[in-house]
């Protein structure tokens, strides 16, 4: 089924099926659709692709917007996108491997498998290299994200040089007590596996992902790339679109940038994950595990995949320069209900979440299920309107009586798409939703302390003194 509408063009497969499951899903395809035009309005998205699955079938594809802001070029379906830190599923994907093998134990020193790290990185494991609880420093500073002549050329000129930048720098915390998103763990992990198979990581990559999987649009770093059919990426800076830096990333980081992907190629990935092609369904269940840190928090990673759960779904996934993402969701295990999600950008000019791109499609596709998401996309609606005082009373009162989430959750959802709309549309449109949670929850200290947040970002000092005064009395004075 093809539309074209003022300048939008959508795809959609469906599967033959019997006459109300098509009708139902017909209805389906036809919200989604509208909410990948909402979504290109809404934040000023220059070009997407969209694919979202469900049990193994496609619901829905769709490519929409521009590759390219000046000449105009739309989005073709198999355009190749810049999927940034999605290369980190790469090497998470064949280090699992290893791991099933029994070649190498995550739980294991690194300088067990690499002798030449520096000393003080030895005792560190694969499991916290993986889920960026290492502590090891960053390899390169923000000068270098400039993608001049000169930044590029200040990157080590190989992996003995970056070991040796960094040989004498502590650990920024001790090795599995937090998290912290850091590039440097993703160096180490391409050479465990370099050193594992005696070739170079993109080797590695090709023969073990790329051609096993007949992946005909990926490439790993740009002096690869056709001289055609990429899309070319964006920054958002004050609401305007800026052309995204080209830097020149050394080989050995490409187990954590320069990846390449069609919205085909990432979702026949994304499916071979799933399906248990590459690791099997029973490692991944078990290595898609949340770890406890030794400050008592649970990590954001598992083996390298960001995870959570939402609705009763377990979720793997990853960002990709906030502008991409992927996520698995399923019931209990692989073999039950399961979504799989992939939303592709080159950049926007309100600089949306990827998180949210992806919420907004399960709020479309499944809303009984993903109540939370749902949530999230009525709220952002309700706070595009300027709604006045008596409207968030009203939306206040509906939210309770509508049998929705409750409690906790629903305060979390409320909470977290406050500040979703904060970064993408700016504190005004966000204050009347941290106002709807203090009306939901008003002996929670929690939602005072975010609407004071946000009338001190405003400016509205008074307001903020008063949101503050209510959140201290209820939290003992604490803070």
Known sequence: MSIR??????????????F??????????????????????????????VAISHNGRELFRAVAGLADAQSGRPVRADDIFPV????????????MQLVEQGKVGL???AGRYLPDLPQRWHAITLRQLLDHSSGLPEYFDDAQMAGTAQANASFAAGLPAV?????????????????????????????LLETHYGKPYPAIAAERIIKRLRLRHTYLGDETLPQQGVVTAYLSSNGQLQRQPDIAWPRYALGHAGLYMSLGDLTAFLQAVRSGTLVSKATLQQLWQPQTLANGQTGWFATGWEVGESGGYRMAGHDGGARVRVRLLFKDTLDGDSYSVIYLTNGSRRGVWSRTLVDSLLAAAAPQQFRAEALSEQLIR?????????????????LRAGGGLQGPALERAVNNSGYAIRSNFGVDPALPVFRVNTLLFPASANTWD????????????ARAAAARATMSALSGGRR
């Open 84 to 95: 940034f830190s999605l290369s980190k599923l790469f090497v998470s994907t064949l280090v």
């Open 20 to 49: 109300a499951a098509a009708a139902a899903a017909d209805e389906t395809a036809a919200r989604l659709a509208q909410q990948v035009q909402a979504n290109q309005q809404r934040y000023g998205i220059v070009g997407q692709a």
């Open 107 to 109: 739980d294991q020193p």
């Open 450 to 461: 975010s609407l004071a947040e946000a009338y001190a970002a405003k400016g509205d000092t």
């Open 382 to 398: 309700f706070a595009l309107q300027a709604p006045d005082d008596t409207a968030v009373q009203q939306f206040a009162g509906a």
């Open 163 to 191: 070991y040796a930048q960094l040989a004498d720098k502590p650990l920024v915390f001790p090795a599995g007590s937090q998290t912290r998103y850091t590039q440097t763990n993703y160096l180490v992990l391409a050479h």
């Open 5 to 18: 509408r003022h300048g939008f063009f959508l795809l959609c497969l469906l599967a033959s099926v019997p």
